[in-house]
Every structure is written in C-alpha cells, then in structure tokens.
C-alpha cells in the first residue's frame, strides 16, 4: 500500500466510530487524513476552497444526504475515490457504477486495499487538475 503513503485522503461519514477507526488506519498507513467531515456540504466547500485531496472514502448517505454531486465533482477533478455504503448497487446512478462499492460493516484494511487500488488504477497526472463543476455552485 505504499502508493497511497503521504497522500491527502478525504473521508466523508457520518457515523462517528466508523470514521473514527477508518482515519485511524489510514494515518498508520501514511494516509493524511482530510476529516472525518460528516456532512457533504462540508467536503464540497473544502474543495471549492481548492484543498488538495488525492482521494477519498465516501458514505454514499451522509446524514441523509446523498454523496453524488460530491463524487461526481471528484470524477471530473481525475481524484480517485472507493464508496461505503449499505445500499445496492442498483441505488448508484450510473455514471457511478464502476467505482469500487464496499459493503459496511466493512473492515477499515478492506477500505484501503480497495482504495489504493483505485489510487494504483488513476492517471496520477491529473489528481485536482481539472475544474470543478461546483466551482460556481451556490
């Protein structure tokens, strides 16, 4: 997992404990966490404010509301990103399917193999290069 050592990883979930032992494990791996931020409004505004991300674990229900526009946002910047979540992979839109699904409870190790691989699988050339969508985004 040493392509994800040093990298600013962005976590976003709104159970505590699970947040918690997830940005625990990341920082024993090297991971700089971004977080926990529970609440989407939150990591859509830290990227507006241009804060470097590499990447992110993302709650698909945060709080009861949902991550896409925020994972969508991450898509387009070229930032890889694996989702949490308890929901089918049928409730994800489409344009979202290919990304990693990890079923909670999920074990924190889990979360990082699928995240590095995502991170191994990006065009590292590109991480937040591209313009956000939300940039104008009231």
């Given at each position: 997992m040493s392509n994800i050592l040093g990298l600013r990883i962005m976590v976003v979930e709104d159970e505590f404990w699970i947040a918690e032992d997830l940005a625990q494990a990341l920082t024993e791996v090297g991971v700089e966490v971004?977080?926990?931020i529970c609440n989407v409004g939150e990591a859509i505004e830290?990227?507006?404010e241009k804060?470097?991300?590499?990447g992110a674990v993302l709650d698909i229900n945060?709080?009861?509301?949902s991550v896409y526009p925020?994972?969508?946002?991450l898509m387009h910047r070229g930032v890889p990103f694996v989702?949490?979540?308890?929901?089918?992979?049928?409730?994800?839109?489409e344009s979202l399917r290919q990304i990693a699904r990890i079923e909670k409870p999920s074990d924190p190790a889990k979360i990082i193999r699928e995240l590095a691989l995502a991170v191994e699988q990006a065009p590292r050339s590109n991480f937040g290069a591209l313009p956000s969508p939300l940039e104008g985004a009231q």
């Open positions: 971004i977080g926990p830290r990227l507006r804060q470097p991300v590499d945060v709080s009861g509301v925020l994972a969508e946002d989702f949490t979540t308890g929901y089918d992979m049928d409730t994800i839109p």
